[in-house]
């Protein structure tokens, strides 16, 4: 039987400057600077720990998908759920039984860090059920390494950080791998401005953005390639970002939003998007910048209203059919907490739900 069910949660992020110099090569090479804005939309995670022998059972609710096997040593390769099998396999014992539960606010290829804010939950969620204690940035640091190496994909590491620390923070990504994560001092009317203006729209378009690593790397790897000149132009918008957002300097802030836009889509053709342009053109000039969200080619799309102006930005991209959502900073980063356990009944419906 369960004794309780642990939860947690953890925020996805927006990367208005400096996304993609935290990954492999230039980060290894360079070191990169990203700014990144936890946000109020989140990654969940539960845990139940079971009897001995009733095995592990991993259900995702959003998706409607789940998987079970004997042991966590024993989960089968692949889909479904690749993602939170490997964090299983990396942290639940062999021998022990449990239900592990998840979902999400964001859809996925959103470009708002999901993988990233789920891993984070995830490890969290276990450690919990588990007495294990990390900090945040071990959370993170555990997280990314379970998606990088683990499951091998591409990427940095700003999404499992921001997610964890949560805030407005510039995160130093070093040539030996590390993050040193730097809390922005953003004056308070500055930071209320950015959450008023700002919105986040998705046209429907999803992204994928191992896809997009891989694209990335092969420009970057190309002699006389523009990637590396637009690698270096984020890394150097991300760190005037940060003075401008200290600094309560607004038009510094947009400057260097439209900017990293810009050296983001020079990146690589596939990360821009002609949903997002068409978008934009259906904004016209009810906007003062905009940013696409992670690695591009489609998901969110960050931008900013006029003074006066946001209400009219809705409307435009509601009557465009997207979905629009506000920009909320989450402050808290990666929370657990403990929950009565589901009832028999609830544990026999997720056994039927799986399969």
């Not at 729209?201 to 970057?220: E, F, K």
């Not at 600094?247 to 983001?264: H, K, P, R």
């Not at 209400?311 to 920009?327: D, F, K, S, T, Y």
Request: charged share 25%; proline share 5%; net charge negative.
């Amino acid at each position: 039987m369960t004794v309780s069910r642990v939860c947690a949660r953890a925020p996805v992020r927006v990367d208005p400057a400096g996304g993609g110099t935290d990954a492999p090569p230039f980060v290894t090479e360079h070191g990169g600077f990203v700014v990144n804005f936890g946000v109020e939309r989140y990654a969940y995670a539960a845990v139940e720990r079971l009897g001995a022998g009733e095995g592990v059972m991993i259900y995702a609710l959003d998706l409607e998908r789940g998987v079970t096997a004997d042991s966590s040593d024993q989960l089968p390769d692949g889909d479904p759920l690749e993602f939170v099998k490997a964090f299983v396999r990396r942290l639940v014992p062999a021998g022990e039984s449990l239900v592990l539960t998840t979902e999400a606010d964001v859809p996925p290829g959103s470009g708002l860090g999901g993988s990233g804010a789920l891993g984070v939950a995830v490890v969290a969620a276990l450690d919990r059920a588990f007495g294990q204690e990390r900090t945040a940035n071990e959370t993170a640091a555990l997280a990314n390494e379970i998606e990088r190496h683990d499951l091998g994909y591409p990427g940095g590491s700003q999404d499992s950080f921001g997610s964890a620390l949560g805030g407005m923070n510039l995160l130093e990504h070093r040539h030996d791998g590390s993050t040193v994560p730097h809390r922005l001092r953003v004056p308070t009317a500055t930071r209320f401005e950015i959450e008023r203006s700002s919105l986040l729209i998705y046209p429907g378009a999803a992204h994928v953005s191992g896809d997009i690593h891989h694209d990335i790397r092969a420009a970057y790897e190309t002699e006389g390639s523009a990637t590396r000149t637009a690698m270096f132009q984020l890394r150097e918008s991300a760190q005037r970002m940060a003075k401008a957002l200290e600094g309560g300097d607004i038009a510094g802030y947009l400057n260097e939003l439209n900017s990293s836009c810009d050296s983001l889509y020079r990146l690589h053709s596939s990360c821009d998007s002609e949903a997002h342009r068409e978008l934009l053109r259906g904004l016209g000039d009810s906007i003062l910048g905009r940013k696409t969200c992670g690695a591009g080619g489609g998901g969110f799309l960050m931008v900013h209203s006029r003074p006066g102006r946001r209400a009219e930005c809705i409307r435009q991209a509601e009557a465009g059919g997207a979905m629009v959502w506000p920009l909320t900073i989450d402050d808290r980063g990666v929370v657990s907490w403990d929950e009565p356990p589901s009832g028999p009944e609830e544990i026999a419906r997720l056994r039927q739900a799986v399969g």
